[in-house]
């Protein structure tokens, strides 16, 4: 059987066949969109954040102009999406607060970031990463699952999948691997579609195993 290393830089290598570009999968022109568009990705498919943002960014391409709008203006752009009226009143408020206290600008560090409101950690470890280059590992639910499926982390949280892969993993390969990652949990290794014995990177990882693996939610 392979060492969780071993697993690692295999996994490392065969992401990087299967996906040598790694576009961020938000439409976002700016390090100020990219971060709305995180924001209201939560609990939301990253298709669906792509229909409504066009017309928001139209309305509130920058932080000024964004706070300029009304609550219920951006509510009635992004009224599709789940939990929109809390989400609304999020952007609404971290506009004015870039405008008031970061000078209009999205500031690069997670304390300011994850500061803001309806900005949690994996947000900001977005924003760190792509849009300013900071190796952070984010976790969503496809690395969650494959992290557990692929013998890589237990799964006893979020934090704890993210803490395990950053050791697994050299950080210059963080910002890409990540992506890399939840690529492969959408197109092979889905929440139905593999039990840990199906997709062919589980059945290389562990040919001989047999049973479905049970992996947490987070």
């Given at each position: 059987?392979?060492?969780?290393?071993?697993?690692?830089?295999?996994i490392?290598?065969?992401?990087?066949?299967?996906?040598p570009?790694?576009?961020?999968?938000?439409?976002?022109?700016?390090?100020?969109?990219?971060?709305?568009a995180?924001?209201l990705?939560?609990?939301?498919?990253?298709?669906?954040?792509?229909?409504?943002?066009?017309?928001?960014?139209?309305?509130?391409?920058?932080?000024a102009?964004?706070?300029?709008?009304?609550?219920?203006?951006?509510?009635?752009?992004?009224?599709?999406?789940?939990?929109?009226?809390?989400?609304?009143?999020?952007?609404h408020?971290?506009?004015?607060?870039?405008?008031?206290?970061?000078?209009?600008?999205?500031?690069?560090?997670?304390?300011?970031?994850?500061?803001?409101?309806?900005v949690?950690?994996?947000?900001?470890?977005?924003?760190?990463?792509?849009?300013?280059?900071?190796?952070?590992?984010?976790v969503?639910?496809?690395i969650?699952?494959?992290?557990?499926?692929?013998?890589?982390?237990?799964?006893e949280?979020?934090?704890?999948?993210?803490?395990?892969?950053?050791?697994?993993?050299?950080?210059?390969?963080?910002?890409?691997?990540?992506?890399?990652?939840?690529?492969?949990?959408?197109?092979?290794?889905?929440?139905?579609?593999c039990?840990?014995?199906?997709?062919?990177?589980?059945?290389?990882?562990?040919?001989?195993r047999?049973?479905?693996?049970?992996?947490?939610?987070p």
């Amino acid at each position: 059987m392979m060492k969780k290393s071993e697993r690692a830089t295999l996994i490392l290598d065969r992401l990087n066949e299967e996906y040598p570009e790694t576009p961020v999968p938000l439409d976002h022109s700016d390090p100020f969109t990219l971060l709305i568009a995180v924001l209201l990705s939560a609990q939301c498919t990253d298709k669906k954040v792509n229909e409504v943002t066009p017309a928001l960014f139209a309305a509130g391409p920058t932080p000024a102009a964004m706070a300029a709008l009304e609550e219920a203006e951006i509510h009635n752009h992004i009224r599709q999406l789940g939990l929109a009226k809390t989400k609304a009143r999020n952007v609404h408020k971290l506009a004015h607060i870039l405008v008031n206290v970061h000078s209009g600008e999205v500031p690069d560090s997670f304390e300011q970031l994850e500061a803001l409101p309806g900005v949690g950690h994996k947000t900001a470890s977005v924003v760190m990463a792509q849009a300013f280059g900071v190796p952070a590992f984010p976790v969503d639910t496809h690395i969650h699952r494959l992290a557990q499926r692929w013998g890589l982390s237990k799964g006893e949280s979020v934090v704890k999948t993210e803490s395990d892969l950053k050791a697994l993993f050299p950080r210059e390969h963080w910002n890409r691997l990540h992506l890399q990652i939840i690529f492969f949990g959408r197109e092979h290794c889905t929440a139905r579609g593999c039990d840990g014995t199906v997709c062919k990177l589980c059945r290389e990882l562990y040919p001989k195993r047999r049973k479905p693996v049970i992996w947490r939610k987070p």
